[in-house]
């Protein structure tokens, strides 16, 4: 079976699917035939399952780009899978070709274009019409958690037999424990001082940070803590709370964010909702309390190993950070929960999970 990948969305700076199409399609790559449609360099793939696509269409920024690589997968891509043998081709985003001409899985991650359209802007409309059409172009769609797996099927009229549940992962070479040695170097190069509590993630409206910067300058009398918060500032949607003790960073190298995790007192996830959530295994891996939100499938995600709390109750949110910071005792349980839950999650699962899919894709096409 030869699986072809749709990456023609990648970047030379991945985030969230961008890592997990590069991550498992490493994976793919060492069991079965695969072929893989992107517009940057992968220089860990052999160079006979790379088909390299104009660079003009990669990331999601720029609606240019978008426009011209829906263009590309409407026209070019199916035929490509058609002439070079495609058994099927795997969507690790919700882009796809509305007529393909090879068995289809779609990677649908949630369905934030349809509750927060806003953010989405012009992509919202045709990912709603994508998903009006979904059950008649694919063959199976993946979803990554049970969650996510319910909201779909009371959305459209997908059936709980088409979708297969793939839990995501993260890297468990890159994010462990870092050594103490390289603190002061860290500090240095990114201007912090003393200890701080950690967000990473895009900024979307959705990941409600105005509940975790509420939580932290009504308790931030009561303690000596800044509050750090990496992540890219363009898609906030508007303005972010300003404070001497609240200090943002954009994009920063992925060899970096382990230092960010360890040597964080805590992790905070505020996301009103989420169909994963790859960031707070990121901060357990690194050996760092966890404090997430309840919203969508992060219960499944965080387990018993972080603190849970109503991503609209900041109040509970400032007592929790207080607490986690004041006892040491549920300190290092938090720590050694989160090292234990970790290990139910790793890209060579997913990578398996998204190999059984594309074969059921190919079986129930005979």
Not at 9 to 29: A, D, H, Q
Not at 190 to 204: E, I, Q
Request: net charge positive.
């Amino acid at each position: 079976m030869k699986i072809g990948i749709n990456a023609t969305f990648l970047n030379e700076k991945p985030t969230g699917v961008g890592i997990l199409t590069r991550e498992v399609s490493r994976i793919i790559s060492l069991h079965k035939e695969m072929l893989m449609f992107t517009p940057v360099e992968q220089n860990d793939l052999p160079s006979d399952s790379v088909i390299k696509v104009a660079e003009g269409m990669k990331g999601s920024a720029r609606l240019s780009n978008s426009l011209y690589r829906l263009a590309y997968i409407n026209t070019i891509l199916p035929v490509l899978c058609r002439l070079r043998g495609v058994d099927v081709l795997y969507c690790p985003i919700f882009e796809f070709p509305f007529i393909p001409l090879v068995p289809l899985v779609v990677h649908l991650h949630d369905l934030h274009f349809v509750y927060f359209a806003s953010d989405f802007g012009l992509a919202a409309p045709r990912m709603k019409f994508s998903l009006k059409l979904l059950k008649r172009i694919a063959k199976r769609v993946i979803v990554s958690s049970e969650f996510i797996k319910k909201e779909v099927c009371m959305a459209t009229n997908i059936g709980e037999g088409m979708i297969d549940v793939v839990p995501l992962a993260y890297s468990d070479t890159l994010f462990t424990p870092m050594p103490k040695d390289r603190k002061r170097d860290f500090f240095d190069k990114y201007r912090l001082k003393g200890n701080y509590l950690l967000f990473v993630g895009t900024l979307f409206p959705y990941k409600n940070l105005k509940t975790l910067t509420d939580a932290f300058l009504r308790i931030k009398n009561q303690i000596p803590h800044s509050l750090v918060i990496v992540g890219r500032k363009q898609f906030s949607g508007g303005p972010l709370a300003s404070d001497e003790r609240i200090a943002y960073v954009d994009y920063v190298p992925a060899e970096d964010l382990p230092l960010f995790y360890s040597y964080a007192d805590m992790f905070i996830y505020p996301s009103l909702r989420e169909g994963f959530g790859i960031p707070p295994l990121e901060a357990m891996a690194c050996g760092t309390p966890v404090i997430s939100s309840n919203g969508g499938s992060l219960p499944e995600v965080v387990g018993d190993a972080g603190l849970l709390f109503d991503p609209e109750d900041s109040g509970v949110l400032g007592t929790l950070i207080l607490k986690v910071i004041c006892d040491e005792i549920l300190r290092r349980e938090l720590v050694d929960k989160g090292f234990k839950n970790v290990k139910k999650f790793s890209w060579r699962k997913t990578a398996e999970g998204i190999i059984k899919s594309c074969e059921r894709a190919v079986e129930e096409t005979g």
